[in-house]
């Protein structure tokens, strides 16, 4: 370093003191010096590179910290992962099993989807088959009713009824829509124009059924007749959607048009579309093959069964119904789960700010003597609220990846094995679209997310109990301690 | 280049109504090596957190460097300590996860200088204290005075107008706190450094060039003194 020049001995400065002073007040008219370029970039890194070593000066306090938030950040990941893993198996299941990819239907009848009318079906189906047969769009035609199973002692165990959803299928065209001649257990599929029904083996299970039994339903025609139709069980079928298979039995399509007297109608025809993800799929190219069949009433809007001014005019029309609006009930539920999983998550955000701020605090007021010389040396108040800000930001990032890696080993168990929740669904009458068997999907976007929340959250944290300190003067906190 | 006019200070300590300083006045020159003594109560401190500008005056004007302190903002009083103050405490207050050369060189991060002039100060005045080879050593594995030394260091390397010292001898045997007070005289001497202390040792009293006695908040008396000389 230079030695500086000679300066005049005590009590012997020549310079006018006028003269000195006004001199010092030109210079120095703000108070400070120039301030170099980079400065706020140099004193960044400063801090950071100090806040990394004191993370070194409470390491059991640290490690506490970090631990309960890696278990954090691990739980939100799991719960994630099994909740998009059960609305993914949903959709999955309401598609193979019960909706497809879309819908052809009479204008105003999914709105009485509950009642399952037949009163309002598709006439002359054949007419959009063709088409779609050339556009080469796999369509299952199908007519669904409600009704009630009877079955008698001999060669049942005992005399019982149960209602249940039927479904009228097209036996060669039904497994391009949907999956059930893959779900086979035991039997066969239905062939057309038979007197013959599929059931669930659920649902075997529970009646004391066995392939060959016969099955008695009773359930009212299009006309609004009743109806008693005699039928075999040919095939038992077990599927992953409990919905379907507690109350969904399958027959020929040509038995149920000529028992229901639907004359030629069906009440929805389900298609297939090329899709990754259920609901994902274009609907353009069947709307403009439902328009030039003359037919088309537009898509169905806010329940009214179809939008377009002229379904009046259109001799039979139908409309266009999309996954989304076929699974909305299962979208809400859907919306409720993700409520309650947010909550947990605040629940675990209060239980990672309480750890986190309690560190900091701690590691404020045993440093307050220290903050005080920091101030003392120029260091301004928000590089020491920065500097203890990177430290709960250390901290919270170390835990989330030790939560991430924690995430990652439950997560693996989660899609590799799955959660078996059978014990506790079983008697539960919610329409859950899973069989009991959970798996998890691997979430990525997640585990970056919960990882950059824990880690800011911890860096906004530390500012509490910083500006605590902050806002007491630099003599007392060199006082204190 | 530190002139003190009429100065008066009051604090509240508990339940208790302090007046630290009663009008105090004084002027100091620019490289002199000044001892403020007192008993405890005194004001010493007071004063020297005032001129540091660590606490601020009721009323009274104060001016360092030909800044006058009552008409500069908070954040500008923050830059002045940066660029212009140096302190040296009575307890070292070194930052315990720091090695000595990061302590001293935190001084010269504050003011953003590059890597290379930070290491080159830096280095240069652990050796003028007397540190070399001990660059890389915690607080932790230092002596006192070596502590002290590296306080020392840390207050100069930046080239301040003014070193602040509040008792920094206190906690040092005497043999260790003549060394210091050796140490910040050949300092003073060498960069020409305002050097003003707060102390009741008379160790200290007797190294200063002029040595101040404040009793109750007021300047009992102003004498310019015969110092120990250093060899």
Redesign the interface.
Known sequence: ?K?????????Q?TQPEAE??S???G??T????P?????????A??FLR?AL??L??YRRRTAVTATAIAMGVAAFVAMDSLLVGFGNEGERNLANYEVGSAAIAAPGYWDDRDRFPLDNPVERPEEFLAELDNAGIPAAPRTSFRGEVIVRYDPYPEDGSSPATFHGIDPERDPAVFNFDEAIVEGRFPVPGEDEILISKWLAERLGAEVGFPLTLTTRTRDGYRQLMDLDIVGLYQTSNPTVDRSHLFLPLETADEDLEMRGAVTTIHLRLPEQVPGTADLGPVEQLLRETGRFAGLRENGNGGGDQDAATTEDPVTLLSFGQMTQEFAEFMELEHAGSDLILFLLAIIAVVGISNTMLMAVLERE??IG?M??????KREITRLFSYEAAVIGLIGALGGIVLASIVNWFLVTNGVNFGQFLEGTEMDLRFDGILYGVWNYGTMVTAAIFAAVLAGVVALIPTRRILRR???DS?RHG | MISIQDVHKEYIDGETHVHALRGVSMEIEQGEFLSIAGPSGSGKTTLLNIIGCIDTADSGDVEVDGERLSSRTFKELVEIRRNKIGFVFQNFNLIPVLTAYENVAMALSLLGLPEEEIRERTMSILGEVGLEGMEHRRPAKLSGGQQQRVAVARSLVKEPRIVLADEPTANLDSVTGEAILKLMKDMNRSHGTTFVFSTHDQMVMDYADRLCRLHDGLVESDERQVAHQTV
């Open positions: 370093m030695r500086k020049p000679d300066l005049p001995r005590h009590g400065n000195r002073t001199q010092s007040a210079k120095h703000e108070g400070t010096e301030r170099r370029p980079g400065r706020r970039r140099a004193s890194r400063f100090l070593k004191n070194s000066r003597h220290e010389m101030r003392a040396m120029g260091v301004h003067k630099v003599a060199l």
